[in-house]
């Protein structure tokens, strides 16, 4: 019978288990498929407060975990196949593996939606990127792309505008999806401008590992064309990392955990930390503001305080 199990290694994760292993609560953490988390696909982080010149992202992730083995903290490798949360204690299936456990925290975080070119991960943080503002202050005033036509890519669009000389949204069809008041504001902007009916087909310049422009093919005429630009984002949204939850959590309709009063889920014992819970701010600092939010929620719950 464990106390409490930490699903995810991100930085939400990793700080609840900081919290939890300093409050003696002997947490186990299950790393899942990527270990550290989505940061890990990046390279500098320039918004971690403390770094003044930035922090290598896997440095930083690397760290993280070493602070929370230096207080017992003990790490799993493998993914949680299944989770029965319908009864007292909690069961967790790891592999073939199954586990009891009082209390659950799950940062399993959120995987942004991505094109599906070969070249797109192997660009990324290399001028391919997820987040605008992670990495919009890399292309002050430069060109960037901005793929999708929903809220997500909107809200990129917008944020990028600030800082790179040009904006061009990328949509596959003649029409956004966003909300009519992102458009309108996105529209508005001088140095945002729209390339319609037109996908992303390659990305270049795996040679030179830096983005140097993409082959756009409009879908109508069946056209191809280059377009320079020095960084993509990818602005097609999140999904949650919510499948093996289903029936078991409130979710949102987009399949994010819902919390309320700080890290609590639908099911007294079970918090949700990062990126898994957030639609919205998906910051690393986020994540960790509420991985330590979860891990003091659980420990109450675990002293019978809640
Ligand atoms: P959406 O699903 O709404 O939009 C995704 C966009 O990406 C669509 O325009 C879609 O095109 C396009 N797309 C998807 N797959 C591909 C592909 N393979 N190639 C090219 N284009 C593709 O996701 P969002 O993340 O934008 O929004 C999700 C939810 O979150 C919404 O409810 C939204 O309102 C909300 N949200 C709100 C924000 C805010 O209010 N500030 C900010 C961000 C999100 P197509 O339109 O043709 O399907």
Excluded at 38 to 58: C, I, K, M, S
Excluded at 98 to 104: L, P, Q, S
Excluded at 137 to 160: H, P
Aim: overall charge neutral.
């Amino acid at each position: 019978m464990n106390n409490l199990i930490i699903i995810g290694s991100g930085p939400a994760g990793l700080t609840s288990a900081i919290y939890a292993s300093r409050a003696q609560l002997n947490p186990i953490v299950i790393e899942g498929m990527e270990p550290g988390g989505q940061l890990t696909t990046t390279t500098v982080v320039e918004n971690w407060p403390g770094y003044p010149d930035g922090v290598d992202a896997q440095t930083l992730m690397n760290n993280m975990r070493e602070q929370a083995k230096r207080f017992g903290t003990e790490f799993i490798s493998g993914e949680v196949k299944k989770i029965d949360l319908k009864k007292e204690p909690f069961t967790l299936t790891v592999g073939t593996e199954k586990r009891d456990t009082n209390a659950v925290i799950i940062a399993t975080g959120a995987s942004p939606k991505m094109l599906g070119l070969s070249e797109e991960k192997k660009l990324i943080g290399r001028g391919v990127s997820t987040c605008a503002t992670c990495d919009g202050f890399f292309f002050r005033e430069k060109e960037v792309l901005v793929v999708g036509g929903g809220d997500t890519a909107m809200e990129e669009a917008i944020y990028l505008s600030t800082l790179a000389k040009n904006v061009t949204v990328i949509h596959r069809r003649d029409e956004l999806r966003a909300s009519k008041i992102m458009q309108q504001k996105a529209k508005r902007i001088k140095n945002i401008n729209f390339t319609w009916d037109s996908v992303v087909v390659e990305i270049h310049d795996l040679h030179k590992n830096t983005v140097t422009g993409a082959s756009i093919k409009n879908i109508r005429t069946g056209k191809v064309f280059l377009k320079e630009c020095d960084g993509i984002f990818i602005g097609l949204g999140h999904i949650p990392n919510t499948d093996f939850l289903i029936n078991q959590l409130e979710l949102d309709k987009n399949g994010f955990i819902l919390t309320r009063n700080g890290s609590k889920t639908s099911v007294p014992g079970v918090f949700a930390a990062g990126d898994v819970s957030d639609p919205v701010y998906k910051q690393a600092i986020t994540s960790a503001g509420k991985g330590c939010m979860a891990a003091l929620d659980a420990e109450k719950f675990i002293q019978g305080l809640e």
